[in-house]
């Protein structure tokens, strides 16, 4: 009998480690998830439900309504398109030029490697507002203007820093003998490059790739100084500027709408990619 | 020889694939930097018709007396320094409670990373609205609670508008300081703890006496990276308060931005870039250095 009892007085009863762990927990996504939960909701709500005092949490059907989202229109699709393929231009470039560089400071000895990995850290840790002013110049001396070049361009640049941290750790780690074995069978270090090393590769470009993606898809300032036309804005500026757009009567509604779109894109990364996008952030901070 | 021979080509193939990337980081971090420094020595605003006249020093003496500027650069440091602690407070109970097993871990961790991922000028507006004076839900939450007895300016208050956006910066960046710290948490192996319970150690003490020192380097670089970001912040301001109640909080990357687009003061807004820059520098050079204290420290314990 004792024997049955005990283990489940044990197992009913949780011990106050455990109740503070799971109140920990619930305060935890509490907070992660409030704000966007509050977007979610004023977007389906009615106008007049979103200016009711005391505020409704829990609306009734008359006042839920999917006009804010059809109010966004074809125009709304664009920017999400015009975000999507910046972001993911620069990320292959980015991806493209950076993995052969972080092969070369993982295992090319070359002369100066701890100057230019103490550069590439040193760079990562730029303020953006610190260089807008400079390629505002050159963008304008260039001419590109509203043209998504002078948004790739730095997109590819500012995620470089992380891309060759965490390529490089990733190359570090990978066995050598592999390659030194296909050295001896004739390939030279392009080629070994591409046909032994690459291929082992991809699940670290796709982490890395993530990221890069998600910081151009979120960049601001220079997709608000570089790029007027108003077609051409990519989602974080043309949410903005609902934002800004009139004074007395701002459009809580759509805003919300926008907002939610906008970021939805993010939040099916994230809910895909956990595992890499923690791996990735770890690896670019604390190895480098 | 030939080893000779096969080290050099693969020097040569080293800096031909490092290239490309160096020259693009170049053009877009080194050139405006530099250019930075040789802008702010002309004037080129409105008053000389955009065009670059040379005035030596003129711009530092200029902002010497600027009190925009410093308060600005007040205003920054309080939003960086408040931010910082209290993410990396609030980071670390995340990390705590991360590091712990329990059923669904893996969901929660996955929802602890969105507000990381979500795009800072859109959050902006989020939060402005969660702020909003009217019909804000931050003032229904207080007056239901029994907090409030009216609705209460947020963001057109100095005051609660940094208080407002430092929450929304906590919102935002806590998570990356967790992950962070969750990766120290998970080197710590568990014997120590075991030991130091053995000796009588109870687990606030084992807080104090293991967990914090050894995750100490992480802790550090967090610090650094959230320093730098903080203290550059521009879209999450720009979007929630545009630096007001009357500048009450401009950062300065807000100042800097609009005296080049708004005020179209080239030659001063080169001279703040290069004071924030040189400022920046000197700040990260030192956390750098207790960073490379800090791991030594570390190894030597182990």
Redesign the interface.
């Known amino acids: 009998m004792l024997k049955v009892q005990s283990p489940t007085t044990t197992k009913t009863l949780i011990s106050p480690g455990r109740l503070l762990l799971w109140v920990g927990v619930i305060l935890m996504v509490g907070f992660c998830l409030a704000p966007v939960l509050w977007q979610l909701l004023t977007s389906f709500k009615t106008n007049a439900a979103i200016s009711t005092i005391p505020t409704i949490y829990w609306p009734n059907w008359n006042q839920l309504t999917a006009a804010h989202y059809i109010g966004l229109g074809g125009e709304f699709l664009r920017y999400m398109g015009n975000s999507f393929f910046v972001s993911f231009i620069s990320t292959c470039l980015c991806l493209v030029v950076g993995a052969p560089a972080a092969y070369s400071l993982a295992r090319l000895k070359i002369p100066g490697e701890n100057i230019i990995l103490g550069l590439i850290l040193i760079v990562s840790l730029f303020p953006y507002v610190l260089l807008f002013l400079g390629l505002l110049e050159i963008v304008k001396a260039v001419g590109i203007g509203n043209n998504y070049i002078a948004l790739i361009v730095p997109y590819t640049a500012i995620n470089l820093p992380l891309t060759i941290l965490v390529l490089r750790s990733f190359f570090q780690q990978l066995p050598k003998d592999l390659e030194d074995s296909a050295k001896m069978d004739g390939y030279n270090t392009v080629a070994m490059l591409q046909h032994i090393v690459l291929p082992m590769t991809i699940p670290a470009l796709v982490t890395t790739g993530i990221l890069t993606f998600i910081f151009a898809w979120n960049e601001f300032i220079f997709a608000l100084t570089f790029i007027t036309r108003p077609e051409m804005e990519t989602i974080p500026v043309a949410v903005a500027k609902i934002g800004g757009a009139s004074v007395f009567e701002i459009p809580y509604g759509p805003i919300a709408a926008a907002t939610v779109l906008g970021t939805i894109p993010l939040v099916i990364l994230v809910l895909l990619f956990q595992r890499r996008i923690v791996q990735g952030i770890t690896a670019g901070a604390v190895k480098g | 020889m030939t080893q000779d021979t096969l ?1 050099q ?3 040569r ?3 031909f ?2 290239i ?3 020259l ?2 170049l ?3 080194a ?6 420094f040789w ?1 702010s020595l002309f004037t080129q605003n409105l008053g000389t018709q955009l065009q670059a006249e040379f005035t030596g020093l003129t711009n530092y003496g200029r902002l010497v007396g600027d009190s925009r500027f410093w308060q600005s650069l007040g205003n920054t440091t309080i939003f960086t320094v408040l931010s910082i602690i209290v993410e990396l407070v609030i980071g670390l ?2 990390a705590l ?1 991360l590091n ?1 097993t ?1 059923r669904g871990r ?1 969901l ?8 990381w ?14 702020f ?1 004076d ?2 804000g ?1 931050v003032n ?1 939450l207080l ?2 609670l029994g907090i409030l007895e009216t609705g209460i300016t947020w963001l057109g208050e100095p005051t609660r508008a940094m208080f407002a956006l430092i929450f929304a910066d906590v ?1 935002k960046t806590t ?2 300081i967790a ?2 710290l969750l ?2 948490l998970q080197s710590i192996p568990k014997d120590l703890y075991e030991a130091h319970a053995i000796d009588g150690a109870s687990p606030v003490q084992s807080f104090w006496q293991i967990t914090l020192p050894l995750i100490a380097p ?1 802790i550090l ?2 610090l ?2 959230r320093f ?2 903080s ?5 999450l301001v ?2 929630m308060t545009g630096g007001g109640p009357a500048g009450a909080t401009e950062t ?2 807000i100042y ?2 609009a005296m ?2 708004r005020y179209l003061d ?1 030659g001063y ?2 001279a703040l ?1 290069v004071v ?2 040189l400022i ?1 520098v000197v700040a ?1 050079a030192l956390t750098a250095f207790l960073l490379a204290r800090a791991r030594i420290n570390v190894s030597g314990e182990r």
């Open positions: 080290r080509r693969d020097q193939t080293g800096w694939l490092v490309p990337a160096l693009i980081l053009l877009v971090f050139y405006p930097i530099l250019r930075a802008l109970a995340f409670i712990q329990f893996g929660v961790r996955t929802i602890t990373l969105i507000p991922a979500l795009p800072t000028a859109v959050m902006g507006l989020a939060w402005a609205w969660i909003n009217q019909f839900v229904d007056l239901r919102w998570p990356f992950i962070l990766a120290g992480q670089i967090a650094l990276f730098a970001q203290f550059g912040i521009f879209d720009q979007v300065v990357s800097i931005y080049v687009r080239f807004g080169a870039v924030t820059f920046l990260i």
